[in-house]
């Protein structure tokens, strides 16, 4: 249902800052029935799959995670259909490939922090910290 593509990445040092960006497409629901979420997602090679944050597009409800509040903010600009992570204050253990991931929910649900609770997923941004 949803075509979801993430920007932003790159190469930087500890303490720097990076936004990403995650533009998505496909058939916005405003009926009660059912909402969109959207999540970012990080993995490091050898580890799970971790749920970063989560916003209500377009209700603006958030999440995030215990590890990186004060660090992270998810953030949406509806006109544009695209959802930012501001990543401050970088360290090495926050370098992953970085996903996107859009999900329908009722409208009742909270947003999912599982990556099995996601169907569509864009093709990740690469994010290194040096020390």
């Known amino acids: 249902q949803h075509h979801v593509a993430e920007s932003g990445g790159g190469s930087v040092q500890a303490g720097a800052s990076l936004r990403l960006s995650c533009a998505f497409s496909?058939?916005?629901?405003?009926?009660?029935?059912?909402?969109?979420?959207l999540a970012w997602f990080r993995q490091a090679p050898g580890k799970e799959r971790e749920g970063i944050a989560t916003?209500?597009?377009?209700?603006?409800?958030?999440w995030t995670a215990a590890s990186v509040q004060g660090r992270f903010t998810i953030s949406q600009d509806i006109g544009s259909n695209t959802v930012f992570l501001q990543m401050d204050r970088l360290t090495p253990e926050d370098a992953a490939m970085y996903y996107c991931?859009?999900?329908?929910?009722?409208?009742?649900?909270?947003?999912?922090?599982?990556?099995?609770?996601?169907?569509?997923w864009g093709q990740g941004t690469q994010v290194t910290v040096s020390s």
């Open positions: 991931a859009a999900q329908y929910v009722a409208a009742t649900s909270q947003c999912p922090v599982a990556p099995s609770e996601y169907n569509d």
């Open positions: 496909g058939p916005t629901v405003y009926k009660r029935a059912r909402k969109t979420c």
């Open positions: 916003i209500v597009f377009v209700g603006g409800m958030s």
